[in-house]
C-alpha cells in the first residue's frame, strides 16, 4: 500500500514537468517540421515539374 502510494506522488510530478517541457519545445519543433515540409514540397513540386 505504502509503495502504491508513493508511485502515485511521484508519477503525476514527472508528467507535468514533461508537459511543461514539451509545450515550451513544441512550438520551436513545430516551426521546424513546417519548415521541413515546405522545403520537401518545394523539391516534389520542382521533381514533378521537370
Not at 508513493?6 to 513544441?26: H, M, N, S, W
Not at 521546424?32 to 521537370?50: E, S, Y
Request: net charge positive.
Amino acid at each position: 500500500m505504502r509503495v502504491g502510494f508513493i508511485k502515485d506522488d511521484v508519477t503525476p510530478t514527472l508528467p507535468r514537468a514533461a508537459f511543461r517541457y514539451l509545450r515550451r519545445v513544441g512550438m520551436i519543433e513545430l516551426m521546424a517540421a513546417v519548415g521541413i515540409v515546405a522545403i520537401l514540397v518545394g523539391i516534389v513540386a520542382g521533381t514533378m515539374t521537370l
